[in-house]
């Protein structure tokens, strides 16, 4: 096979085109001016072409020279770039994130953290995908996303997990519910109420159904939701009770126009873990990184009025 053209050379070649001269080229470059020479030669007989006319004046390229330069700039200015990337990688965010959230999550969080991230590291590319929550984990094992943020706990011996915060779940009812009126729930208020819950599929409905368990609740097997908003739609038409997060009724429920309010659990808690969980062989700054302005973000926008997220 024949040898290719080394980085070095084609650097050479392109600091001869910009000064014309071997002598400033060969300083530029750190060397002496017989070595560049050299390396030009080398590179002529490699391609099998004369790149450079030889003689008294400024060095001219030949036409064949001007043609392997516009390559040779290309493949130096993008070695350059990869220098510089991996650069702002390891101190930073950069580059393309591929991250996967619960829709449970994502839509409801995600919106004060792009905004800041866009501000502090406008090189990032943000790609974010809502997935199934049964589908998160074989996503991200497979490498089809770099990152997810879930609710937790998630994880394994392959897998690294942060925990963000520890996320409120609040009791939704109708606004004629004997309830409403209350400031505050306990957990003792659960008895015998029906609790309209997400299907099986989310992690939120194995919580919800460990505390019906414990707490005396009746989950409503038959009107399992298939989103939030159904879930709060049910509520609204009298059908039972839920658990909902704060996260989705800051973002979604008005009590001064909604006909289904929240209450909050006397000393919150009852609550949900979110945290992020990413291939344990990746590179940890860059999701160390991320962890820190989703925190960020949470603490500034989502610490206002009763029952705070919980942040360790």
């Not at 101190?91 to 619960?102: D, E, M, P, S, V």
């Not at 009107?223 to 159904?230: H, I, N, P, V």
């Not at 909902?244 to 609550?271: C, G, H, Q, W």
């Not at 979110?274 to 949470?298: T, Y």
Request: glycine fraction near 8%; charge should be neutral.
């Amino acid at each position: 096979m024949k040898n290719m053209p080394s980085l070095r050379q084609l650097r050479y070649l392109v600091a001869l085109s910009e000064v014309r001269h071997f002598r400033k080229a060969a300083e530029a470059m750190g060397i002496s001016q017989p070595s560049l020479s050299l390396q030009i030669s080398n590179l002529e007989d490699l391609l099998g072409v004369l790149l450079v006319e030889r003689g008294r004046g400024p060095v001219t390229l030949t036409p064949e020279g001007r043609e392997v330069l516009v390559r040779a700039a290309r493949i130096v200015d993008e070695v350059h770039g990869i220098i510089d990337l991996t650069a702002s990688l390891k101190t930073g965010l950069a580059g393309t994130i591929r991250l996967g959230t619960t829709p449970t999550i994502g839509p409801y969080l995600m919106p004060y953290v792009v905004e800041r991230l866009h501000t502090r590291y406008p090189e990032l590319r943000l790609y974010i995908r809502e997935v199934a929550p049964r589908d998160l984990r074989g996503e991200l094992l497979m490498g089809r996303l770099d990152v997810i943020l879930t609710q937790l706990p998630e994880g394994g011996g392959d897998l690294t997990t942060r925990r963000l915060f520890r996320e409120p779940l609040l009791l939704a009812m109708p606004d004629d519910h004997p309830l409403a009126s209350r400031v505050d729930v306990t957990e003792a208020d659960l008895a015998d109420l029906n609790v309209l819950s997400l299907g099986p599929d989310y992690a939120l409905h194995d919580q919800i159904a460990a505390l019906c368990h414990q707490h005396g609740a009746i989950i409503a097997r038959d009107y399992e939701g298939t989103s939030l908003d159904a879930i709060r739609q049910m509520v609204g038409m009298g059908m039972g009770v839920a658990f909902l997060p704060r996260l989705y009724a800051r973002s979604e429920i008005d009590s001064r126009s909604s006909n289904v309010v929240v209450k909050p659990f006397r000393r919150s808690t009852v609550m949900r873990s979110i945290g992020m969980v990413w291939r344990s062989a990746s590179s940890p700054v860059m999701f160390d990184r991320l962890s820190d302005i989703i925190k960020e973000a949470s603490r500034q926008h989502l610490q206002i009025g009763k029952s705070p997220v919980i942040f360790d």
